[in-house]
């Protein structure tokens, strides 16, 4: 009751829902389009609040007063994605000083990775082309409203580790929910990660990554001491019907772990087995140290879409 309001910012980046505007031609055979909504987490990095809007604009403020320092806009289509929204971006610095010594990291809804100088919101030249690196190369043809990156990537040493939103229940053959890590400086992959169960093919016959497996559209947590990412997945395409899948999800509505620096799997545990209810993960999981009968035990805690919590040993995914 003794809250005052300090200062206020607003993106003005809002999209009503209703019929799709003259000149933009239907989405996925849609006449009509979502609302677009406000779920970004900002961060802060000394006084520096930084925040992303649901068409991808980011926004660097004065944390002490709102005031706004910088903006830069990447620049999507308004009217191409069906769930337009920005979780949030992330930050790394290299303990140097210089341009792009301190970089924000940017998913846009159109796939793709874009480095921008801390500082100055400018793009950092060396990260890909431009900037920017399209996330969309490897995948099956497809609709780009289909592939979207909308949660912060992970930053583990100089990798960015990012998986992606896919519309998954629209087909079976929808795109892959490969997970990728991309060196910070450079923007080059460092290294694919395939959700297809051990043995299977990762690939299709034109080269491309497998089609239809599941996804981590959530956000990716991360333990820097043990080289660990955790992925919380979520439902193979389609979400209500898996007479087809033959195994393809098997890390479905899971908990992963990989080794951060190459991928490397190291452990999973499946909360839903063959998931025709969409009860994927949808939460970060959530990183803790626990007391086990007197001893502490680093754990890695998740929730999920059924109400139930599961807490797992971060090192090996026991219950």
Not at 155 to 180: F, K, M, Q, W, Y
């Amino acid at each position: 009751g003794h809250l005052e309001l300090a200062w206020q910012h607003r993106s003005g980046d809002i999209r009503e829902g209703g019929p799709i505007p003259e000149g933009h031609g239907s989405l996925l055979d849609r006449d009509y389009i979502s609302q677009s909504s406000l779920q970004v987490t900002p961060i802060v990095v000394e006084d520096r609040m930084y925040y992303c809007t649901p068409f991808n604009r980011v926004f660097a403020l004065d944390a002490n007063n709102g005031e706004e320092l910088w903006m830069f806009d990447a620049e999507i289509d308004h009217y191409a994605d069906l769930l337009p929204n920005c979780r949030g971006v992330s930050y790394w610095e290299s303990g140097e000083d210089g341009f792009c010594e301190q970089r924000i990291i940017l998913g846009t809804l159109d796939a793709r990775l874009i480095a921008l100088d801390a500082q100055t919101g400018k793009r950092c030249d060396g990260f890909g082309d431009n900037g920017e690196v399209d996330t969309s190369h490897g995948m099956v043809e497809h609709h780009p409203a289909e592939y979207s990156i909308t949660s912060p990537p992970a930053i583990i040493g100089e990798n960015i580790v990012t998986g992606a939103l896919v519309l998954d229940n629209l087909r079976h053959d929808s795109p892959s929910g490969v997970i990728r890590a991309y060196n910070i400086r450079s923007g080059e992959l460092a290294w694919a990660w395939h959700p297809v169960a051990p043995g299977d093919r990762t690939l299709e016959e034109d080269g491309n990554y497998r089609s239809g497996t599941t996804n981590v559209w959530s956000i990716i947590s991360v333990d820097a001491e043990r080289d660990l990412v955790f992925l919380p997945t979520g439902n193979t395409t389609p979400d209500y019907y898996g007479g087809h899948r033959n195994g393809s999800d098997y890390y479905s509505s899971s908990v992963v772990a990989l080794r951060g620096s190459t991928g490397e799997l190291v452990w999973h545990f499946q909360a839903v087995h063959h998931d025709i209810w969409d009860y994927d993960m949808p939460a970060q999981p959530t990183l803790v140290d626990l007391e086990v009968n007197g001893e502490m035990v680093p754990a890695v805690v998740q929730v999920t879409k059924m109400g139930m919590t599961f807490a797992l040993h971060r090192e090996t995914g026991e219950p």
